[in-house]
């Protein structure tokens, strides 16, 4: 009984003692977050893959090629990409909204248009070295996730 006492006090008192200090971590500033979306976002490409609604087969491997990000004034960004398709690679700099959830920059894209491949909306979630998210088009839609790997 006397053991379970002590436990439960020293329980306490180190809630006590803990819980302020780790509620009271300040959170980073919006020139922060941004800065380090920079630093996340520059020279690196989205390795992964990507699956669709109607079916649950995974797709095979797809890359985006990420040369840098630039903020273009308010939430809008400039991600400047590369896509290769059908063997060629072809730039591709899109301007793209970033929403921020807490620390995390979210990629927002709604009804934008991309010349020669269409109209597309997605939600993409960037964190710790990895992303997911939800796209859709006229074709349909789905899930994408994968790493973000630094180009050499």
Same mark, same amino acid.
């Given at each position: 009984?006397?053991?379970?006492? @002590?436990?439960?006090?020293?329980?306490?008192?180190?809630?006590?003692?803990?819980? #302020?200090?780790?509620?009271?971590?300040? #959170?980073?500033?919006?020139? @922060?977050? $941004?800065?380090?979306? %920079?630093?996340m976002m520059n020279?690196?490409?989205?390795?992964? *893959?990507?699956?669709?609604?109607?079916?649950?087969?995974?797709?095979? $491997?797809? %890359?985006?090629?990420?040369?840098?990000?630039? %903020?273009? !004034?308010?939430?809008?960004?400039?991600? *400047?990409?590369?896509? @290769?398709? $059908?063997?060629?690679?072809?730039?591709?700099?899109?301007?793209?909204?970033?929403?921020?959830?807490?620390?995390?920059p979210v990629i927002?894209?709604?009804?934008?248009?991309? #010349?020669?491949?269409?109209?597309?909306?997605?939600?993409?979630?960037?964190? *710790?070295?990895?992303?997911?998210g939800t796209w859709?088009?006229?074709?349909?839609?789905? @899930?994408?996730? !994968? %790493?973000?790997?630094?180009? #050499?």
């Open positions: 009984m006397r053991n379970s006492l @002590q436990l439960a006090l020293i329980v306490i008192l180190l809630g006590i003692i803990i819980v #302020p200090r780790a509620c009271s971590k300040k #959170p980073p500033s919006q020139e @922060q977050r $941004e800065q380090a979306f %920079k630093e020279g690196v490409t989205l390795a992964g *893959r990507s699956s669709r609604l109607h079916d649950d087969k995974i797709i095979g $491997e797809e %890359k985006y090629v990420i040369e840098g990000v630039t %903020k273009l !004034g308010g939430d809008t960004w400039l991600l *400047r990409s590369r896509m @290769q398709i $059908e063997g060629r690679d072809i730039p591709l700099p899109l301007p793209v909204n970033i929403e921020w959830a807490g620390d995390t927002t894209m709604t009804d934008f248009s991309i #010349p020669g491949m269409g109209t597309y909306t997605a939600r993409v979630v960037l964190y *710790r070295g990895q992303y997911a859709s088009g006229k074709e349909g839609g789905g @899930q994408i996730f !994968g %790493k973000i790997v630094r180009n #050499p």
